[in-house]
């Protein structure tokens, strides 16, 4: 919920790294459009397989994911995103802070808190890491502007 209003113009999206859809179909839910969905280990018979870092091309107004977090998939892949659309991951909210996100943090024009995350649906725990979405784009510099998560209700 904390991304939705910060899609500002988009309407249409692809989600490379798609697993069960869960994320794709929560977009959809709330009025996107999904142009296509795919996984390198599908988890269901709509997402096609098919390698993320493969991608080059998209006829969408972004790139929305919840990617792999190991740093060793994370940055090819927000390195090949950005050159397509304007891409929403995401992962850790400490990546920011650290060193390893220096060469990306330029072309990072949002970060979205979210918070610790419910990964699990009928699980009664959050996730133990911190959350956000992170904007990527090629033709963004001058680093992010920082959403701090809202208060939820009690």
Same mark, same amino acid.
């Given at each position: ?5 910060? %899609? ?7 989600? +490379?790294?798609?697993?069960?859809? #869960?994320?794709?179909?929560? %977009? ?13 280990? +599908? ?8 390698? #993320? ?6 006829? #969408? ?14 940055? +090819? ?11 929403? %991951? ?10 390893? !996100?220096? +060469? ?43 959403? !701090? ?6």
């Amino acid at each position: 919920m904390p991304l939705l209003r910060h %899609l500002h113009g988009v309407k249409t999206f692809y989600a +490379p790294c798609a697993g069960d859809g #869960a994320l794709v179909d929560h %977009l959809v839910k709330h009025g996107l459009k999904c142009v296509g969905m795919s996984d390198i280990a +599908p988890l269901r018979a709509d997402v096609l397989e098919f390698d #993320a870092l493969d991608i080059d091309d998209v006829q #969408a107004d972004a790139i929305i994911e919840n990617p792999p977090w190991t740093r060793e998939i994370l940055h +090819p892949m927000i390195l090949r995103f950005q050159q397509i659309a304007p891409t929403w %991951l995401l992962f850790d909210a400490d990546w920011a802070h650290t060193r390893q !996100a220096i +060469p990306f943090i330029d072309q990072c024009s949002h970060i979205v808190s979210v918070g610790r995350v419910k990964w699990i649906e009928d699980s009664q725990f959050t996730g133990k890491d911190n959350a956000a979405w992170h904007r990527f784009h090629v033709q963004h510099s001058g680093g992010p502007r920082f959403f !701090a998560r809202e208060a939820v209700a009690a």
